[in-house]
């Protein structure tokens, strides 16, 4: 396989403290990679750095592009867009991507990497929309076409995290919501921000708005749907329900019914 290689040059992210660096070895997408990530950018402590090589035979992405086979301290890319290996536990990596897309397949890349950081570090990166409402991070999440970005884009008022991955992280006996830079131009910008999480909301759309109530083990079903990467692993899979099952104990969970309007609001503010 033939490779781009020049001298390497770090692009370094910070996501609810966990640091990441990229050393790109191909310097042409180094302006795109910081102006993408601008937000979060950020100065060591690192907890991983990754070399990534770019190499001239390209491909397209496609639902076989990221095959990767984890274990408790490392992940090994075996597709033929990414190939490589990161070890958490030493801090390093190297990947090689054959991508006609290099950026969007680098930040795939970083979104797979936060998601076993954050795991290891006792969070949840979470498939959901995040806005801070009154001082306090609501979770809104479901399937593709639930309605997260319509409750992101109605909420202007607000602060948005995210609308499609935040990062749940524990703080003391509370949990931390923060935004992530993951977000495609159909989407709402993210906000760089954390706030505490006050509750988790199942989008159902409906008529009108209103709060269904939910048994622990229907609440559970929904939220580990809901997990990238992580929950797709047998390795990680009976320490993700544990870790779940723990935030469900301290915060409430609904199915949301509601209409493509600001009343769910009003629903929400009723029952805080």
């Known amino acids: 396989m033939s490779v781009n290689k020049s001298a390497g ?18 310097l042409a997408y180094f302006n795109d990679l910081e102006l993408m990530y601008r937000d979060y950018l950020a100065q060591p402590p690192l907890q991983l750095l990754i070399t990534v090589l770019l190499a001239e035979s390209i491909y397209e992405h496609s639902a076989q592009s990221t095959e990767v086979v984890f274990n408790d301290t490392s992940i090994v890319f075996l597709s033929r867009i990414y190939q490589g290996l990161v070890d958490f536990d030493r801090g390093d990596g190297l990947i090689v991507i054959s991508s006609a897309h290099p950026i969007q397949a680098i930040d795939y890349l970083v979104r797979i990497l936060y998601a076993v950081m954050g795991f290891r570090a ?29 409750v992101a884009r109605i909420s202007g008022a607000d602060i948005v995290l995210n609308d499609d991955l935040v990062l749940l992280m524990p703080e003391g006996d ?8 993951f977000w495609n131009n159909t989407q709402v910008r993210p906000t760089a921000n954390h706030a505490p999480l006050t509750c988790l909301y199942y989008l159902v759309k409906d008529q009108h708005s209103y709060l269904e109530e939910v048994s622990p083990a229907l609440a559970l079903t929904d939220m580990i749907s809901c997990v990238p990467v992580i929950a797709g692993s047998p390795v990680f899979l009976n320490p993700l329900l544990k870790r779940c099952s723990n935030l469900l104990a301290t915060i409430p969970a609904y199915h949301l019914h509601f209409a493509p309007d600001t009343s769910f609001w009003k629903v929400i503010d009723q029952n805080l």
């Open 122 to 150: 006792g969070g949840i990166l979470f498939h959901a929309a995040g806005i801070v409402h009154l001082g306090k991070a609501h979770i809104f999440f479901g399937h593709s076409g639930s309605g997260k970005s319509t």
């Open 9 to 26: 040059k770090l692009v370094s992210i910070s996501i609810a403290n966990l640091g990441l660096a990229i050393k790109l070895e191909n």
């Open 174 to 181: 509370d949990w931390m919501v923060h935004s992530t830079p």
